[in-house]
């Protein structure tokens, strides 16, 4: 099947165009919400909060990315002593963004909905989709949020149209961690590899070193844990993506020997493993001597492991070295069915949030990105000197492939391409052709329809 050349598309743009008659996509394998059509009310409705009253109860829905439950219940505390208007619940609504997005769809149908929700960066839009969050623009804009103070990139993935339907919260990027015992041990240097050529030379080093313990030089991450967000990664350092903007570059030959140089690593060379559930874990447990795995992750390895931990920007490729990582994570967003009260409660509750305290606050417990360019990082650096790399690779991210995240479903597409030439040596020309023909399908089923 030959890729075909799709019109070009401003990525704020494309949302518009699905909203207007987009039918039901099949999402329930990945457990998220239909995207049935949208939200032309959601867009039309002038939203005025003049003379409302903020609810003096509502509910946040989070699924404690990055271990975070204790912080937040502890910046929940802070903000329903700041003042007395408004108190906040913590709800646990799922392990992942999946199961947040099928409770949320749920809810949709006649359950209670929260006045708060975490929104992944694959999620967030099919809410837009389907009308189920507003723009946050005149709530934030009532509150006198800075909103120039928050972070422009991180800002810029909830906006199009001129509108903002979320704001950043828990934000990462991938970092390269590693063992830096076993890199001693091994004779290697203190530091992340330039490319993953480089790393295939040092991995057999770390193999041969005798080294209690360990299974694998290098762990890939789980491959139902977004083997579509980390792997573009390889596939940008080789000079290919899933996608060039709309044209599905899943099996060109960049893309190809990106992911074969993957397979190799596991089934030829035998230095590498796939994890089954974290493989931040099996870093910490000292079974793997590195990985690949979200900045959120951070704060957890630095206390659950016994030695001492390395980080680094992630490695590029033959063609390119230079923003090869691609950023990720969730916002925070504000449902449509709830009242403008819980509403006006919420958005309260969104500016304390995003305070240069909070976020700092967060991102010390965590490991995530602070979303405010203000935020005071000096004792968070002071105690955890491992973030700033997190920070200062923020400025050679780059935006992720419009296949993994425009396209409905097409993520757990791309996992299962993944898991059919990582977890099992099947041909990675074959699977990436055939990975190709399934994306454009759904492309012109799904995406194509709506444009203009």
């Known amino acids: 099947m030959k890729s075909i050349p799709l019109p070009p598309l401003n990525r704020r743009h494309f ?6 008659g987009s039918g039901t996509v099949a999402l329930a394998a990945c457990g998220g919400p239909s995207t049935a059509p949208p939200a032309a009310e959601a867009e039309e409705t002038v939203l005025d909060f003049e003379g409302i009253t903020p609810a003096a109860k509502i509910e946040f829905w989070s699924t404690h990315p990055g271990q975070s439950q204790d912080v937040e219940n502890s910046l929940i505390e802070k903000f329903n002593s700041s003042q007395s208007e408004v108190k906040v619940k913590l709800v646990t609504a799922g392990a992942d963004y999946e199961e947040i997005a099928q409770k949320f769809q749920t809810a949709q149908q006649g359950g209670k909905l929260p006045a708060v929700v975490l929104l992944s960066d694959v999620w967030w839009f099919r809410y ?3 009308g189920s969050i507003i723009p946050l623009d005149g709530l934030l804009d009532q509150l006198e949020v800075d909103k120039a103070d928050y972070r422009e990139s991180l800002m810029a993935d909830y906006q199009y149209e001129d509108k903002q339907w979320a704001v950043p919260y828990a934000r990462s990027t991938p970092l390269f961690y590693y063992n830096r015992d076993h890199f001693k041990a091994a004779g290697l240097p203190d530091r992340s590899p330039t490319t993953w ?13 005798g080294i209690p313990g360990l299974q694998t030089a290098y762990q890939f991450p789980a491959l139902a844990g977004y083997a579509g967000w980390s792997l573009q990664n390889h596939l940008w350092g080789y000079g290919g993506g899933w996608s060039d903007e709309w044209t599905i570059t899943a099996d ?7 992911i074969q140089w993957c397979q ?18 099996d870093l910490s447990a000292g079974a793997v ?14 206390k659950a492991a016994q030695f001492d931990v390395g980080v680094g920007f992630l490695p590029g490729g033959p063609e390119s070295t230079d923003r090869v990582c691609p950023t990720g994570g969730a916002g925070l967003g504000i449902p449509s069915g709830v009242t403008k009260e819980e ?4 958005a309260m509750f969104l500016k304390f949030m995003g305070e240069p305290e909070s976020t700092a606050e967060f991102s010390a417990a965590t490991g995530y990105m602070p979303v405010r360019t203000s935020a005071d990082m000096t004792a968070v650096l002071a105690a955890s000197p491992l973030i700033k ?9 780059r935006p992720q492939d419009y296949a993994r995240v425009f396209i409905p479903g097409a993520d757990l597409e791309i996992a299962k391409t993944a898991a059919a030439v990582l977890t099992q040596p099947g041909d990675v020309q074959t699977e990436m052709t055939k990975l190709k023909g399934t994306l454009e399908s759904m492309y012109q089923r799904d995406v194509e329809p709506n444009l203009a």
């Open 15 to 20: 949302l518009s165009f699905a909203a207007l």
């Open 343 to 346: 509403q006006l409660a919420a």
């Open 128 to 130: 837009y989709i389907n």
């Open 252 to 258: 060109s030959p960049e893309s190809v020997a990106a």
């Open 264 to 281: 190799d690593a596991v089934f030829k060379h035998k230095w590498a493993g796939v994890s089954s559930k974290d493989a931040s874990a």
């Open 289 to 302: 001597s590195a990985t690949v795995s979200s900045t959120g992750s951070l704060v957890g390895v630095l």
């Open 197 to 209: 050529e480089e790393f295939g030379e040092w991995a057999p080093k770390l193999m041969n070193a």
């Open 389 to 397: 790399t997190a920070i200062d690779q923020l400025d050679v991210t």
